[in-house]
């Protein structure tokens, strides 16, 4: 894969996101979307350089792989945003993944004259009957998202409605 984050383009999601729709509506097999957005991106840019960004850039993708590996997708959405695909979570366990995400996220020790501190914040949607179409699930995971962000950052929120 490539580019700076070595991990899936939003092309090959929207395409994973698309068969991910199609099993649940087939097969009732159940996943959650995570979209998780690096808080203070463009702070961290800005104090630290560019080259700073490309390594948390770097290494939020690093332990987005290590974390969520078994969900088959892992990408970035584009500029500072994620979408990892997780198969058969239930509700709570969609969340569990999310909070280890941001915990290893908050451990990472990125450097260069300085340190940066890093959080992201996560918005958590999946399919619902009768309206699971991928740009329904990109938009509730995106309210989700937002919502998180004007609730403080941080944090991990659920889009409502779902479990």
């Known amino acids: 894969m490539p580019g700076l984050t070595h991990i899936h383009n939003r092309i090959t999601f929207e395409n994973r996101l698309t068969d991910a729709i199609a099993r649940y509506k087939r097969d009732s097999e159940v996943f959650s979307l995570l979209m998780l957005?690096?808080?203070?991106?463009?702070?961290?840019?800005?104090?630290?350089?560019?080259?700073?960004?490309?390594?948390?850039?770097?290494?939020?993708?690093?332990?987005?792989?290590?974390?969520?590996?078994?969900?088959?997708?892992?990408?970035?959405?584009?500029g500072e945003k994620f979408v990892p695909i997780l198969p058969h979570p239930p509700q709570t366990g969609a969340a569990l993944m999310a909070e280890r995400i941001q915990?290893?996220?908050?451990?990472?020790?990125?450097?260069?004259?300085?340190?940066?501190?890093?959080?992201?914040?996560?918005?958590?949607?999946?399919?619902q009957p009768g309206v699971s179409t991928s740009t329904?699930?990109?938009?509730?995971?995106?309210?989700?998202?937002?919502?998180?962000?004007?609730?403080?950052?941080?944090?991990?929120?659920?889009?409502?409605?779902?479990g």
């Open 37 to 78: 957005d690096i808080d203070w991106f463009k702070a961290i840019n800005d104090e630290h350089g560019h080259v700073m960004g490309d390594r948390v850039l770097q290494a939020v993708a690093d332990t987005l792989k290590a974390i969520a590996r078994a969900s088959g997708c892992v990408a970035r959405y584009g």
């Open 103 to 127: 915990q290893a996220i908050s451990e990472m020790a990125i450097t260069d004259n300085s340190e940066a501190v890093i959080s992201i914040t996560v918005g958590i949607a999946g399919p």
């Open 136 to 162: 329904d699930i990109i938009r509730r995971t995106d309210a989700a998202l937002h919502d998180a962000k004007v609730a403080g950052r941080n944090r991990v929120v659920h889009c409502p409605g779902n």
